[in-house]
């Protein structure tokens, strides 16, 4: 017994020993800034395009997944150029906003763009998995035309819109 004792504690100590390592994590986290550095220009270029100011009405548009389906509310909406549109998580995220760029008009494209904020991806807002968050996109040099969007989780669920610019 006191052997398998000692084999336990001798055992407990090495495993220890090898959660140690971090001292090679502290040396690789001071290469990640590096990384991170290098990686930065890539991840602003959306923003470098300064999203242009909401000079009009902001509408809202709740995005919504209940026993109902899921949906925005309105999931059709016509704006004008400078207004903007607070797309609300209300239940059953995670949601976000995304637009197709195969099917909106080429000159609003890298407006659009520019006006929207922390991109998952190109013409994808920022995932959203708390009630009450919101996403904000600036509709203020974006070119006249129809702009369908969806929620890139639950597309196969129906759940995308249109938002005209008049």
């Known amino acids: 017994m006191r052997f398998l004792g000692f084999a336990v504690v001798t055992g407990a100590a ?4 090898a959660c140690g390592g971090e001292k090679a994590a502290t040396t690789d986290s001071a290469a990640a800034p590096a990384a991170e550095a ?13 999203m242009a100011p909401i000079t009009g009405t902001t509408h ?3 995005m919504i997944g209940d026993g109902a389906g899921y949906r925005f509310e309105p ?3 016509t704006v004008a150029a400078g207004d903007g549109v607070k797309f609300t998580l209300v239940s059953g995220g995670p949601h976000n906003v995304a637009f197709d760029g195969a099917a909106i008009p080429a000159a609003g ?3 659009l763009m520019a006006n929207m904020p922390e991109q998952a991806g190109e013409l994808s ?4 998995l708390n009630a009450d968050e919101s996403y904000t996109i600036s509709f203020a040099g974006v070119a006249a035309g129809e702009y369908p969007f969806f929620c890139t989780p ?3 669920m129906n759940m995308k819109g249109v938002v005209t610019v008049k």
Not at 14 to 17: C, D, F, T
Not at 38 to 50: H, T
Not at 125 to 128: Q, S, T
């Open 60 to 62: 809202e548009v709740k």
């Open 154 to 156: 639950h597309l196969a």
């Open 75 to 77: 999931a059709n909406i």
């Open 109 to 111: 494209k890298a407006a």
């Open 125 to 128: 807002g920022k995932m959203m």
């Open 14 to 17: 090495i495993m220890l020993g």
């Open 38 to 50: 290098a990686a930065a220009p890539a991840e602003a270029a959306p923003a470098a395009g300064a």
